[in-house]
């Protein structure tokens, strides 16, 4: 979900005027993935970086973040998405924390397309936390470190059973990773669009899928 900032000040607006006017996207994005038949969403809403923007945007995003959550529950629950939480507790707001846990149990039973909703969430902090726990397991004799395998690491992330991304979308013509799903996107399809997130909508998440299934994944082989 990038280009929030960028939208609005191209416009003469303050930047938090660009992250309000994403908001109406995510509920278009999500429609338009239950369309496609996709079963798993993730967006990033708030990374571990963000911490490093001026303090009164990041209690803009922490408030936005926090409203946006309990504003569009229902409206979620009600399409079937199961939402959840992935990213760290470290400085995050105990009112957000507290929203997407509330979010949490009133889809839980939802299966229609889950939506990971990333807040603090960074990829390199969700493997130093899963290799930290697994060298405690080594350290109280829980676990032989010889039978540490990719499947203990993954076992050990954030949210064990979200699966491989298959395709890594990112708008606004930005063309990195920005310390996203670092390990479960190993062979992901990266495809970079240039519309900026307010102006985006699901038509543009059709066009990325169509040339995603346009694509050959060899994963590695000939």
Known sequence: MDGNGRWATQRGLARTEGHKMGEAVVIDIACGAIELGIKWLSLYA???????????????????????????????????????????????????INEL???????????????????????????????????????AGRLNPERITESTIARHLQRPDIPDVDLFLRTSGEQRSSNFMLWQAAYAEYIFQDKLWPDYDRRDLWAACEEYASRTRRFGSA
């Open 101 to 139: 846990a509330v979010a949490e149990e009133m889809t839980k039973s939802n299966d229609v397309i889950t939506i990971n909703y990333c807040v603090n969430y960074g990829g390199r902090t969700e493997i130093t936390e899963a290799t930290r726990e697994i060298a405690r397991e080594v350290a």
């Open 46 to 96: 708030f990374s571990t970086e963000n911490w490093k923007r001026s303090p009164e945007e990041v209690r803009f995003l922490m408030g936005f973040n926090r409203d946006v959550v309990r504003r569009r529950r229902d409206t979620l629950k009600k399409l079937g998405v199961r939402i959840r939480w992935v990213g760290s507790r470290p400085r995050l707001w105990r009112s957000v």
